[in-house]
């Protein structure tokens, strides 16, 4: 079971399955030569070469020559996560002009699809890194309760970002985070899995059915239409107590 975790850990680091049998490989037996690292790999020689250099490449594996052999050897675990963060650093430089040619290319009423925990993620993080004010209705704790780690991430950086949330929510519901979020119920509303969020020109609206799943609507007309509609419920509907 251990060794299917650290085969997903680095599948998800972007390891091929050869590098990945390889560099275990080398991390279980040591300093040992190509043709040995194949066999015990399971995998042919031109491949084990081929995985051998793409791990140098990477400076996951080191060599030393003793006579004319070259002896490979893995660098210590800890060196993934420098690799990570190298990999972060990377991806950073480039955001700024992702962004810009993302933005040149926008198109007006921009709908995407989202599906899972990591696609509701999304969407959450979407929330928190665009806006300011944030105007909800339908909830009822389901965010809390399917994703408790993650939503107590989500208040962080509510607080972080001094992001504000009005929350209208059915007479019989509870709510108890009253420092970034303002309430106000409305009676007879039966409860539902869908819930709508209005940010900025976007709706987001998430359904926690079992296999949550979510839409941006990025539409500054109907984002204004959502929100006068929101606001007409907000006075309407009576105070928190």
Known sequence: MENEKIIKVLEKLGFSPNEIKVYLTLNDHGSTKA???????????????????????????????????????????????????????DVKAIIPDLQERHKAMKIEGQVRMFKGIKGVKSIFLDIARTCKDNFVFGSEGQFSEKMPEFAMQFDRLKKENKIHTRLLIRKDRKELDN??????????????????NIYGNK???????????????????????????????????????
């Open 179 to 196: 420092k970034t979020t303002s309430y106000r119920y409305i009676p007879n509303i039966s409860e539902s899995p869908a819930v709508t």
């Open 35 to 89: 043709g040995r690292i194949a066999k015990l790999a399971s995998i042919d020689r031109s491949s084990g070469y081929n995985a051998l250099k793409s791990l140098q490449e990477k400076g996951l594996v080191s060599y030393v020559l003793i006579g004319k052999v070259k002896w490979f050897q893995s660098v210590g675990p800890r060196r993934l996560v420098e690799y990570l963060r190298e990999q972060e650093e």
């Open 203 to 241: 709706i987001a609206i998430i359904i926690w059915t079992d296999e949550p799943e979510g839409v941006i609507i990025e539409n500054e007309a109907a984002a204004k239409a959502y929100k006068s509609y929101f606001d007409f419920m907000w006075e309407k509907a009576s105070k928190f107590k």
